[in-house]
């Protein structure tokens, strides 16, 4: 098998682009038949992935390794973050690990992420939401997590 780069283009909702995509060609095969084309046997997803992150960059959005940060940092697990939101704790761990798109309204509410202060409103604002996925000793400890990265917002 022979590897091969094949610029493309793509598009994405109303969002068009070229990108560079891999794909395995058989050593026997003719190189201009894009039928001997093969996606990689141990990646077959690296396309998709390279064009999803491309499309982010172009329309705006957070990039996964940007929205895993940005959680981890203020100490929050997947469950936690997702009750607050209120988003399906599946959905935001397939935004996180890159295996979907996220929608604008999304980005939107992920970008809160960046504003410790806000995100405690929200979570206040759905207090009783969140504490019946958990409970209230478990609200209380987001709370307090939300607050202790606000102060140390302040202090840096």
Same mark, same amino acid.
């Given at each position: 098998?022979?590897?091969?780069?094949?610029?493309?283009?793509?598009?994405?909702?109303?969002?068009?682009?070229?990108?560079?995509?891999?794909?395995?060609? !058989?050593?026997?095969?003719?190189?201009?038949?894009?039928?001997?084309?093969?996606?990689?046997?141990?990646?077959?997803?690296?396309?998709?992935?390279?064009?999803? !992150?491309?499309?982010?960059?172009?329309?705006?959005?957070?990039?996964?390794? #940007?929205?895993?940060?940005?959680?981890?940092?203020?100490?929050?697990?997947?469950?936690?973050?997702?009750?607050?939101?209120?988003?399906?704790?599946?959905?935001?761990? #397939?935004? #996180?690990?890159?295996?979907?798109?996220?929608? !604008?309204? !999304?980005?939107?509410?992920?970008?809160?992420?960046?504003?410790?202060?806000?995100?405690?409103?929200?979570?206040?604002?759905?207090?009783?939401?969140?504490?019946?996925?958990?409970?209230?000793?478990?609200?209380?400890?987001?709370?307090?997590?939300?607050?202790?990265?606000?102060?140390?917002?302040?202090?840096?």
């Amino acid at each position: 098998m022979n590897n091969s780069g094949l610029t493309e283009r793509v598009k994405i909702t109303k969002t068009s682009f070229t990108n560079s995509h891999t794909y395995l060609i !058989q050593a026997d095969k003719d190189i201009n038949d894009r039928a001997n084309y093969i996606v990689p046997f141990d990646d077959p997803d690296i396309n998709l992935r390279s064009d999803y !992150q491309i499309y982010r960059r172009i329309n705006g959005f957070l990039q996964p390794s #940007e929205i895993k940060a940005s959680r981890r940092r203020l100490g929050l697990s997947l469950r936690e973050l997702a009750a607050i939101l209120g988003m399906s704790f599946s959905t935001l761990s #397939e935004i #996180e690990n890159g295996l979907v798109l996220h929608s !604008q309204i !999304q980005d939107n509410l992920l970008r809160l992420l960046a504003h410790g202060d806000l995100l405690q409103q929200l979570a206040v604002y759905h207090k009783n939401y969140v504490i019946s996925h958990f409970d209230s000793k478990t609200f209380e400890s987001i709370m307090k997590k939300l607050k202790h990265t606000e102060i140390l917002k302040l202090q840096g």
